[in-house]
C-alpha cells in the first residue's frame, strides 16, 4: 500500500485552544488519501502537575530537564491524560483515532541527550511498522512524545524533534507544527514583521541573532530536519483558527525561496 504520510505536530501551550475544525480536518484530510499521524506534547500541563506536586520545572534551549521523578510526571501526562483527551476530541467528531506513545511498536528510538538534562532522549531512529499497520487499518496515530533506548529505558522526547525525525523518516507530503503563534516574525527596527515564508538560511540567522530563541529553537531545528523530505515543505501554524492545516496562514519553511503562488497547500474542502 502506498502512504501519503503527513505529519503534524501539536504544541502543548495551545492543546486547549484547538479550534474544532482542527479534528474534522485530520478527518477529511484521511478521507481524501492522505495519512496523517499526530505527535503531540504537554509541556505547560506538566509544568502544572509538576507545581502541584512541589517539583521545580527547568529548562535548557527550550528542553525539559527530566529527573527520576519528573519522568514519571511525564509519562503520566503525555501518555495518560493529554493523549486520551485528544482520543476523544476526535472521536466526538467521528474521526478514527488510536492514541499511542512513541515507546509503542518501537516507534521512537532515542539516546540520552546530554546527562544534564536526565531523561530526555535524543532521535536516533524511527520505526514507523506500527504507524503504517495502523493507517493500513483506517486508524489515525496520535502519538505522546515518549521514546525507548536499546535497554528499554523510557524517556522524554521533545515533540518538535521527534515529529521531524518521523517526517524525515517517512518522506512526509508536509510536516505541519501547530502552535499558539501565527508562525515566524522578524523585528526591522522597532516593528515585528510577519513572515509568510523562510528558508533554513534565514532561520540559521534568526536563531544566531537570537530573533529566535526558548522553545522556538526545538521547533524551527525540527522544520529544518522535516524539510530534508517533506514534498511540500513545512507549516508552522496556530492551531486556534479555523482552517490551520489546509490554510494559506502561518510561516512556511521552504528549501528555496518562491513565489508564494507556486507553494503548494494542502487543501481539507
Not at 503527513?6 to 479550534?19: A, D, Y
Request: aromatic fraction near 6%.
Amino acid at each position: 500500500m502506498d502512504f501519503r504520510p503527513l505529519v503534524i505536530k501539536i504544541g502543548g501551550s495551545v492543546l486547549e485552544r484547538l479550534h474544532s475544525s482542527f479534528f474534522q480536518e485530520c478527518g477529511q484530510l484521511m478521507e481524501q488519501g492522505y495519512h496523517p499521524v499526530v505527535i503531540h506534547g504537554g509541556g505547560p500541563e506538566i509544568s502544572r502537575i509538576q507545581k502541584r506536586l512541589g517539583l521545580s520545572a527547568r529548562f535548557v534551549d527550550g528542553l525539559r530537564m527530566t529527573d527520576d521523578e519528573g519522568l514519571k510526571v511525564v509519562e503520566m501526562v503525555l501518555a495518560g491524560r493529554i493523549n486520551k483527551s485528544l482520543i476523544a476530541r476526535f472521536w466526538a467528531f467521528q474521526v478514527s483515532v488510536v492514541g499511542i506513545s512513541g515507546a509503542d511498536g518501537g516507534l521512537l528510538q532515542v539516546k540520552p541527550k546530554d546527562p544534564a538534562l536526565g531523561w530526555v532522549g535524543e532521535m536516533t531512529a524511527v520505526h514507523p511498522r506500527l504507524l503504517c499497520n495502523l493507517w493500513e487499518s483506517g486508524w489515525i496515530p496520535v502519538v505522546a512524545s515518549l521514546g525507548l533506548d536499546d535497554s528499554g529505558n523510557l524517556y522524554n522526547v521533545n515533540a518538535d524533534t521527534a515529529a521531524g525525525a518521523i517526517a524525515r523518516e517517512l518522506a512526509a507530503e508536509r510536516l505541519i507544527l501547530v502552535t499558539d503563534v501565527p508562525g515566524i516574525w522578524k523585528r526591522e527596527g522597532e516593528v515585528k514583521k510577519f513572515l509568510s515564508q523562510v528558508t533554513p538560511e534565514q532561520v540559521q540567522k534568526m536563531i544566531q541573532s537570537g530573533e529566535i530563541a526558548g522553545g522556538m529553537i526545538p521547533k524551527v531545528r525540527a522544520a529544518l530536519t522535516g524539510l530534508e523530505a517533506a514534498r511540500c515543505g513545512v507549516l508552522i501554524t496556530d492551531g486556534s483558527i479555523p482552517g490551520c492545516l489546509g490554510s494559506e496562514t502561518g510561516t512556511r519553511i521552504v528549501k528555496e525561496a518562491t513565489s508564494d503562488d507556486v507553494v503548494p497547500h494542502l487543501s481539507t474542502k
